[in-house]
Every structure is written in structure tokens, then in C-alpha cells.
């Protein structure tokens, strides 16, 4: 028999994943949807993946990462590749762990607001840094390898 789990830090999670509540070409850009299709999914952390979906069921709203897949501009909110002008070695978008994203309705720092405020409840528990500074108008989360002992690490571009 297969276990599909693995252990992160104390945390038993799936080593896949397939979000219910976003298609494939929601997370990664077009060049990649282009060339892996579904398998697409692969270059994406598991743990960003469920975030997504658990964000998405929390505030019970539509909720846009990428919309090119419907002609709309935002195509780099998932992963980026260095076909990207917002590309950066380091990014935890480059490693498929950040996801950018609007919630429907809501304001950016609203959203922001409320995961801060309730980071401990299911929905964030493996996000551990989010960006924030008063003018964005989106919301970035990300699951890079740190330390969440003491909270969400919120940090400034």
C-alpha cells in the first residue's frame, strides 16, 4: 500500500493535490498550461494548493489567482517562470509556492486583515509569510520553509 502522506515539520500532508475550486490554468501561466497541461499541477506546492482552496471556502466568495484562461490580464499570480517580467530566482512564486489573488467584494487589506487576525484557524495553516503594504490591491500568501511558531510572518516589497 502507497502512503500519500509526507511529514513537514510536525504536519502530516498529501504529497498531491488537486484543488476543487480552481482549474489548472488558474495557478500557472499559459506558456506552462501550454507545454505540461494538467501535469502543470506538478510544478505547485501541495501545501499553496489547499491553501488556495481553504482561502477560497473561508471567505465563501469568487476568488481570482490567474484569469487568462477567460481573456483577463492576470496570468503570473501562481507560478512564474523566467518567461515572466516579474520574474526572480527567489521568489516563492518561482518555487510554485506563492499565490497572489483577489477576493470578490473584498478589499485586499480587508482580507489581509482577517487572516491575520484568525491565522491559527484551519483554512491558513500552512501559510507562514504574507506580503502587505497599504496600496496593493491584492493579496499575496506564501509557504516558504520558515518558522510559524510565532505567527505569520507579514513582510513589506
Known amino acids: 500500500m502507497f502512503n500519500f502522506f509526507r511529514l513537514i515539520g510536525a504536519t502530516m500532508i498529501p504529497t498531491h493535490y488537486k484543488p476543487v475550486h480552481f482549474d489548472t490554468e488558474e495557478?500557472?501561466?499559459?506558456?506552462?498550461?501550454a507545454h505540461k497541461g494538467e501535469a502543470s499541477l506538478?510544478?505547485?506546492?501541495v501545501r499553496i494548493l489547499i491553501t488556495a482552496d481553504k482561502?477560497?471556502?473561508y471567505f465563501g466568495r469568487s476568488m481570482t489567482i490567474n484569469n487568462w484562461k477567460?481573456?483577463?490580464?492576470?496570468?503570473?499570480?501562481?507560478?512564474?517562470t523566467k518567461d515572466s517580467t516579474y520574474y526572480s530566482p527567489y521568489s516563492q512564486h518561482s518555487f510554485g509556492r506563492a499565490i497572489d489573488f483577489l477576493i470578490e467584494g473584498i478589499d485586499a487589506q480587508?482580507?489581509?486583515?482577517?487572516?491575520?487576525?484568525?491565522?491559527?484557524?484551519?483554512?491558513f495553516k500552512y501559510i507562514?509569510?504574507?506580503?502587505?503594504?497599504?496600496?496593493?490591491?491584492?493579496?499575496h500568501v506564501d509557504c516558504m520553509n520558515w518558522n510559524r511558531e510565532k505567527g505569520i510572518y507579514v513582510f513589506k516589497p
Open 27 to 33: 495557478l500557472v501561466d499559459p506558456y506552462t498550461f
Open 42 to 45: 506538478g510544478t505547485m506546492d
Open 55 to 57: 482561502i477560497r471556502e
Open 70 to 80: 477567460w481573456g483577463g490580464q492576470r496570468e503570473w499570480s501562481g507560478l512564474r
Open 110 to 123: 480587508e482580507v489581509r486583515d482577517e487572516i491575520k487576525k484568525n491565522q491559527d484557524n484551519d483554512a
Open 128 to 139: 507562514t509569510r504574507m506580503e502587505e503594504f497599504k496600496t496593493m490591491s491584492w493579496v
